[in-house]
């Protein structure tokens, strides 16, 4: 499951044994996702959260929904780690 | 050696506007300040960048002396300031001298305030600071300074601030959004929003306990992030994350309160009333850029001021 978590965190949630799979390959090659307006990403057992600034994406990427660019941006990185697209 | 802490208070703390996490000091922790847009109101008055790390004081502020001459301001709640012998007031500019004492009455609004010294300040130890401590004015002036300080030499204060009515949109209303999550019932967020809840305590910095309706629901078992703004269920009441709330956690997470309203929640006291509206957060990020067109207008307001204040000095 993938969500807003506020208005300036999107939070993918997941088994433990998923989200250590997405973490290996984080700390691997950073998921390759490069992008600058994911700031920090954050790690517990179940999720991962990417940091953002609904702002700054608003503005720079002309969009009034800045967390499906987010989500658009890393789910399909984390449901191929993840062996679930 | 700048400034002299003679009174601790309840909790002074030297605090940046927002998180950092890649501190040079060790064993300081700069999680932003509770309250992030009264700070950056206190330095955008003293004509600092807006960023700079400011006096975070909680309940009952410290006891301040000046060792030399600056510009101060200070924002947050309503607190009714003294400089020696004179009162002072939130929100608005003030030149101190070498050897005055700066102390806070009670406050009628709000917990806490933030107090920024023009040129910027620095501890050398813990930025959590007691009695004796000492912090250093950093006196990285710029042009602007220089003119705000020119502005400033015979004159004590200026005769403007930033009125209270500016400021109620952010902080006098008692309804916080509260973005919703997918996997949380339609139901758990009707029943939040059926009632009013009573802020019961804040443990320092680090979450708002609330009394009021029970929220019968757990979650998945799931070990979920810390967020600033969350809101985890504890005892079936909801318990409110502030910066320094661990960084996760095994409570139940029903949503997250946007950055807009966490500047009014940090000025929450015992006793304070909390009313939640759950929004997506689509409706979240429509209000979060209001707000910062809203914050950016009042920032341009007091740059005209004081460009206004400074023409005046020069006729």
């Avoid at chain 2, 602007?144 to 400021?167: A, T």
Wanted: hydrophobic content about 35%; aromatic content about 8%; some cysteine.
């Amino acid at each position: 499951m993938i969500f807003a978590n506020g208005d300036k965190i999107i939070t993918y949630q997941e088994d433990a044994s998923v989200i250590k799979n997405i973490k290996a390959q984080f700390d691997k090659d950073n998921l390759n996702i490069d992008n600058p307006h994911i700031g920090e990403v954050v790690f517990t057992k179940n999720t991962v959260s990417f940091y953002y600034d609904p702002v700054e994406v608003m503005e720079n990427e002309n969009t009034i929904e800045p967390a499906a660019y987010i989500i658009a941006l890393v789910k399909p990185v984390l449901d191929s780690v993840s062996g679930r697209k | 050696m700048s400034l002299i802490i003679q009174e601790g208070g309840l909790l002074t703390i030297l605090q940046t506007v927002d998180k950092q996490t890649n501190s040079k000091q060790k064993n300081n922790e700069y999680n932003g300040a509770v309250d992030s847009l009264s700070p950056m109101l206190a330095n955008k008055l003293v004509g600092n960048d807006v960023n700079e790390p400011t006096l975070e004081m909680s309940g009952q502020p410290a006891v301040i002396q000046f060792t030399e001459p600056t510009i101060i301001a200070y924002s947050g709640g309503d607190f009714n300031g003294r400089v020696s012998e004179e009162y002072i007031q939130p929100n608005r500019i003030y030149h101190v001298d070498r050897g005055d004492v700066l102390s806070f009455q009670g406050s009628t609004r709000g917990s806490r305030l933030y107090l920024a010294i023009a040129g910027g300040i620095a501890v050398e130890k813990s930025n959590v600071l007691q009695s004796g401590d000492e912090v250093t004015m950093r006196r990285n002036y710029t042009a602007l300074h220089d003119e705000i300080f020119h502005m400033m030499s015979n004159k004590r204060k200026v005769s403007w601030g930033i009125g209270i009515y500016s400021l109620v949109e952010v902080y006098l209303s008692d309804i916080y959004h509260i973005v919703k999550r997918p996997d949380v019932p339609a139901e758990v967020y009707e029943r939040l929003e059926e009632r009013e809840y009573t802020v019961t305590r804040e443990e320092n910095r680090i979450q708002l306990s609330v009394e009021g309706q029970e929220i019968d629901f757990v979650g998945a078992a799931c070990v979920s992030p810390g967020v600033l703004g969350g809101v985890y269920l504890e005892n079936n009441l909801p318990t409110i994350a502030l910066n320094d709330f661990d960084a996760e956690t095994e409570l139940t997470h029903i949503g997250t309160i946007p950055s807009y309203h966490m500047h009014k929640l940090g000025q929450k006291r015992r006793g304070s009333k909390i009313k939640f509206k759950a929004v997506d957060s689509d409706a979240a990020h429509a209000e979060t850029y209001g707000h910062y067109l809203w914050v950016n207008s009042l920032f341009k307001a007091i740059d005209y001021k004081i460009s206004k204040e400074l023409v005046k000095e020069k006729m």
